[in-house]
């Protein structure tokens, strides 16, 4: 079982747990006020019997006496105000239990929506894509919430994961020092001139300004625990209430979907530690053999999957790690200058697989094993492991590309050279035309 499906099944334990707790609390109060209202229909009941029995054993007579009349009107006065006295209890009773009705099905409704948004997260997305989904489910809620943010902590610093109703520009800012930060200073409802006098004293207003938030009249801030450390908050934002009074049970999103917003930063962390740790080994390859191109082959090759609509993120990853299992070769073969040996030319070969073996072992880099394994492969299947064009994945043809450009640009080949031998490759079978032609247009663009 993965690490994100295990979190998930956590907190889908915990959300029925939070719910029962939560029903089972305003079904007594339902329970309470009907109680109420049977005792005082007993109480009514009871004067009403007491007199029934005093007509039935005091029976009207033509000679009653005038004191007994007075009794009898006594009793009766004494009865009407027993029943005007709970008749006010027993309406406001009666609306005390619609009350709570209402509050049970708001509830009821509440934690539905909780769990259809559980539902629909997919554990193995980004937590930035997460956090966007959660935040936009959680405004659709409530009617007079126009925008929001969730700001998390990371590496010692707070960043913004999701906006909505805000420019983009949100996401570029950081804060060290969380007294700088509203969403993390207060809890529940807030007004929006203190935001702007926080804004003014720390000298952000004008930044602020700029992606909107100086529209706000009043928000609610929901922060997010773990265990005592305040680790963000989710922020609901109106811009037309100047207060926005939202239920207190709200609070549940900070436990549910702030937890597991926070144990994926924690687990993206790690992967990006990982991720330096190879890079660092990558690099050490570089410097071994005098080719220092990993980074700058990464950062092209980057550019160019942009242009042909795949990841580049992974793309990026891929090409700094794609010689990795080079650590695995001895300097002997690798820095050696004359002509290599069967054996040695085979040796070298090994590192895709070398490089393959090492990123397929955890869960978080097989999606770039594979364009390691195949970056040395050719488009007419003369490749190290014999994939042709299509069967070849495109990061992997681009890397291919990439890497042969900076290594004869390394050798002190001229750009015009370069091009003249990547095309007669292309004709030969080696690479893919198209990379190529998008590589010669970048290059004569920025002038590389």
């Given at each position: ?28 109060t ?34 009653m ?13 004494y ?61 659709s ?19 913004y994961f ?70 963000g ?36 962390d ?7 740790v ?67 030319l ?39 492991l ?17 890497d ?45």
């Open positions: 079982m993965s690490f994100e499906i295990l979190i998930f099944l956590i907190l889908s334990f915990l959300f029925f747990i939070i719910y029962f707790l939560m029903f089972f609390n305003l079904r007594g339902v329970y309470k006020d009907s109680l109420n209202i049977t005792n005082k229909l007993a109480k009514i009941e009871g004067s009403l019997n007491y007199f029934q029995n005093y007509l039935e054993y005091s029976p009207i007579e033509e000679d006496e005038f004191e007994e009349f007075e009794s009898i009107k006594r009793s009766i006065n009865l009407q105000e027993v029943v005007i006295e709970n008749e006010e209890e027993i309406l406001k009773s009666m609306e005390d239990i619609e009350k709570s009705k209402k509050e049970v099905e708001e509830l009821n409704k509440f934690l539905i929506s909780i769990y259809e948004i559980l539902a629909k997260i997919n554990p193995k997305d980004s937590v930035e894509n997460i956090a966007q989904f959660i935040l936009e489910k959680i405004i809620l409530f009617k007079n919430v126009n925008a929001g943010s969730i700001i998390l902590k990371q590496n010692e610093k707070y960043k999701a906006q909505f109703g805000y420019d983009e520009k949100l996401k570029e800012f950081e804060f060290s020092n969380e007294d700088n930060v509203l969403a993390l200073k207060y809890e529940g409802y807030v007004k929006g001139d203190i935001l702007r006098e926080l804004n003014k004293k720390e000298g952000f207003s004008e930044k602020f300004k700029e992606i909107g938030s100086d529209k706000i009249k009043s928000l609610y801030v929901i922060p997010i625990y773990v265990e005592n450390e305040r680790m908050a989710i922020c609901l934002d109106s811009f037309v209430s100047e207060n926005l009074n939202l239920p207190k049970y709200v609070d549940i999103f900070g436990k549910i979907f702030g937890n597991f917003l926070i144990l994926k930063v924690l687990e993206n790690f992967n990006k530690m990982f991720f330096e190879l890079e660092f080994f990558a690099v050490s390859v570089d410097e071994r053999v005098g080719k220092k191109h990993s980074k700058v082959v990464a950062k092209l090759s980057k550019k160019i999957a942009k242009e042909f609509g795949v990841n580049p993120e992974k793309t990026w990853k891929a090409a700094i790690l794609h010689d990795i299992g080079k650590i695995m070769i001895s300097d002997r073969v690798l820095k050696k200058t004359g002509r290599l040996t069967k054996d040695e085979d040796k070298i070969k090994e590192h895709v697989s070398y490089g393959y073996e090492l990123l397929n072992r955890f869960r978080f880099f097989k999606d770039i094993a594979n364009i390691v394994l195949y970056h040395h492969e050719r488009c007419d299947g003369n490749g190290y014999g994939l042709k064009y299509e069967e070849i994945p495109i990061e992997s043809r681009i890397i291919s590309v990439v042969a450009f900076y290594t004869m640009k390394i050798k002190g080949f001229k750009v015009e050279d370069i091009f003249v031998l990547l095309e007669k490759d292309v004709e030969n079978g080696k690479f893919d035309g198209k990379i190529v032609k998008k590589l010669k247009e970048i290059v004569k663009e920025r002038n590389l």
